[in-house]
């Protein structure tokens, strides 16, 4: 009886809310609202100027709605059928195949299939050259090696990955292209069939692969580096899946960084330099404030100086006299001129403390500059009364994670006590805004990602030769982690536990390697290629700089899981890619000394769950046994190598580095041996050329 009431009851609810749809959609007054018809803006219906005919229509409907006159509703006449679904063609959107080529420094294949990124391969971790760049008598053979690893190795969601694509993408491909470059797409159709080519240009790929990674529906975009086909320094204003440009200066803020680290001998690494420098100089004493010099360096060097610059000017305090005229330097970038001021010149030739203070100062400079032009744009978005819920900071310059903390910490709400309309929600910068960057912003041009947001942090591609790990395991002892008892076993043993004292080592805690799963996408380690330490003693900091053949200033960044972050820094900064830097609190600094850097702050990686489940249950147990949930993390690598990717690399520096203690490499712990073999010379001889003169061009110390 009761079942019986109840299936009436939902019977005549379903009838009363069929009468109720049709009148509540009566077209008279209301937008259509059939399944399958657009809502909002694009609804269908017609709109009116006569505000008294739509109060009488109103009226009259709702007389309509009487309980007394409700048999009408009902009637088999005006009752239209329910659809449950019904999905219009301009939603049926086709899953677009892209493939991507970038062939600038830092080169990068990307595969996307349905806007979703499917691999994206640096060629550096390929070919083991940092920066990559293809030499010209080498261009066919290395893109003909690359596009064939693509189309063997990479791994795709859902099924095998595409032999066909729609359209193949090219980043800044025009103009002064190389012969050998222009060659690209012949290539890749050596091993893919593409339907379509067409080019994207260099600052719109930084943007779009900015905007569209980020979790905000509209963000003001600023993509800056050294140069692009469409500029150096150029805005883009982001709203739903719209993006557009909106303004662009002559700012070249990236080389003009380069240039002058490469001045400051600790930077460019060449003590006997200064003294030619400082002669040259002595010799033109009559070209006034501005003097035109320059200091020549292979690309693969010059772009390592920016890095190098950023953690070096942590050791001193800036300098307002010469800060005038660093600013007014990179000012003049943007109209010509790149002579360097005398005075900055004359800083360099006092010495190391002078050059450390000059470097301090040209990251005040960049930051005095990109702060202040930031709010300028929001500000005039403002008075256009466009309000956006983020920023989004991409290009190389994007890499300098203290201008991006600035950024973060005065023009957003982020640490605002209370909501702040008139501020961005936060700042987001994307895993490789760098050039390595460009491929995956040239697919979402032409397929934007439309389904949930894409972590891109691990698209890189696994060991190249791991079919040999199993027999390297064998032969050298190796223990499997997981039956030894998994995170847990590898935090007791960074830790210094048990587990690491009962073998009687030099060192109080060890530096342990990882080595899993498909490699990170972008310039910065996160876990699947990392050297791991506990950051408990500035001796820690000295090894792993020692380690790498680092320089001694260089920071050495944390990895800190989500449930630390607030106290560490007192704010639950979320930096899932080192994006940003952030000050370490006192008291943390004191107990693990090596977890910041020299000026108190710490380009940290956060870790959640969902960002990586198993470096997450890492720091966690460590955590219990440390009393902090946090690692030392940089890359692993060797010296002057990019990123390790193969088995064998890996267990070499294993072989030979004296610091490194254990290599993680899957699930297999490799110890190292007892006796360190010889580590082989990686020095290259170069030669240095001084006063090289020419009257339009000045003096010059070009290095070879």
């Not at 006449?77 to 420094?105: D, F, M, N, Q, W």
């Not at 030619?276 to 200091?295: N, P, Q, Y």
């Not at 000017?313 to 005398?342: K, M, N, Q, T």
Request: proline fraction near 6%; hydrophobic fraction near 40%; charged fraction near 25%.
């Amino acid at each position: 009886m009761f079942r019986t009431v109840y299936c009436s009851f939902l019977w005549h609810a379903a009838v009363a809310g069929s009468q109720e749809f049709e009148k509540f959609c009566d077209t008279e007054i209301y937008p259509p609202c059939d399944v399958g018809l657009p809502v909002g803006r694009d609804s269908p219906g017609l709109w009116t100027a006569n505000a008294t005919g739509l109060s009488i229509k109103a009226s009259r409907s709702t007389r309509r709605l009487n309980p007394g006159r409700s048999s009408e509703l009902g009637s088999p006449k005006t009752r239209r059928p329910y659809e449950e679904l019904s999905l219009p063609e301009s939603l049926h959107v086709e899953e677009k195949t892209v493939i991507a080529l970038h062939a600038g420094h830092d080169g990068s294949i990307a595969i996307g299939k349905g806007g979703r990124i499917q691999c994206v391969l640096e060629l550096e971790r390929l070919f083991e050259n940092r920066y990559f760049i293809p030499k010209v008598d080498h261009f066919h053979v290395d893109w003909h090696r690359a596009v064939e690893t693509v189309s063997e190795h990479c791994e795709c969601e859902q099924g095998p990955c595409p032999t066909s694509f729609d359209y193949g993408i090219m980043v800044n491909f025009g103009g002064d292209v190389p012969v050998q470059r222009a060659q690209l797409p012949r290539i890749v159709e050596r091993f893919f069939h593409v339907r379509e080519w067409r080019n994207v240009n260099h600052h719109e790929a930084h943007a779009l692969m900015g905007y569209f990674a980020s979790p905000f529906r509209s963000a003001f975009v600023l993509s800056y580096d050294g140069g692009g086909n469409d500029g150096v320094f150029t805005a883009f204003l982001g709203r739903g899946f719209e993006l557009h440009r909106i303004g662009r200066k002559p700012l070249n803020l990236g080389v003009g960084y380069y240039k002058l680290a490469s001045f400051l001998q600790e930077v460019n690494g060449y003590p006997d330099m200064q003294k030619m420098l400082c002669e040259a100089i002595a010799e033109r004493d009559s070209d006034g404030d501005w003097v035109e010099f320059d200091m020549f360096f292979s690309v693969a060097t010059f772009v390592t100086f920016a890095g190098k610059l950023m953690g070096y000017s942590g050791l001193a305090e800036p300098s307002e006299d010469i800060g005038r005229w660093v600013r007014e330097y990179f000012h003049r970038w943007a109209f010509g001129s790149d002579s360097v001021p005398r005075a900055f010149l004359s800083k360099v030739c006092e010495g190391i403390e002078s050059q450390r203070v000059l470097a301090a100062t040209i990251q005040a400079e960049f930051e005095r500059i990109v702060q202040p032009i930031v709010q300028d744009y929001l500000r005039e978005l403002q008075s256009k009364s466009i309000s956006v819920e983020g920023i989004v900071l991409t290009g190389g310059c994007a890499l300098n994670v203290v201008a991006n903390q600035l950024v973060r910490d005065t023009l957003t709400e982020l640490r605002s006590t209370q909501p702040d309309l008139t501020k961005p929600r936060d700042v987001y910068v994307p895993p490789a805004p760098n050039d390595s960057g460009l491929t995956v912003g040239a697919i979402w041009a032409v397929a934007p990602p439309m389904g949930p947001r894409q972590p891109l942090q691990y698209l890189g591609f696994r060991l190249w030769d791991l079919d040999k790990l199993l027999k390297e395991a064998e032969a050298r002892g190796a223990r499997s982690l997981s039956q030894l008892g998994g995170v847990d076993y590898l935090a007791e043993l960074l830790a210094g536990g048990p587990a690491w004292t009962g073998n009687k080592p030099k060192h109080k805690k060890p530096i342990i390697a990882v080595v899993r799963g498909r490699q990170e996408f972008g310039p910065r380690a996160l876990g699947h290629r990392s050297l791991l330490a506990v950051p408990d003693s500035q001796d820690m900091r000295d090894r792993m700089n020692r380690l790498k053949f680092r320089q001694w200033y260089r920071p050495v960044a944390p990895m800190i899981a989500e449930e630390a972050l607030e106290e560490v820094f007192g704010f639950k900064y979320n930096s899932a890619y080192m994006e940003f830097a952030p000050k370490v609190r006192d008291e943390v600094r004191e107990r693990f000394p090596a977890i910041a850097h020299f000026d108190g702050t710490a380009r940290h990686q956060s870790v959640s769950r969902e960002d990586e489940p198993w470096v997450h249950a890492l720091l966690l147990a460590v955590g219990k046994l440390t009393g902090l949930a946090a690692l030392i993390n940089t890359s692993f690598n060797s010296k002057g190598k990019p990123i390790v990717n193969t088995v064998e690399a890996s267990l070499e520096m294993l072989d030979q580095l004296e610091d490194l203690d254990y290599v993680l490499i899957e699930d297999w712990l490799f110890r190292a041996p007892a006796v360190k073999q010889k580590v082989k010379s990686t020095e290259s001889k170069h030669s240095i050329i001084s006063g090289k003169r020419c009257f339009a061009c000045g003096t010059a110390i070009a290095i070879s």
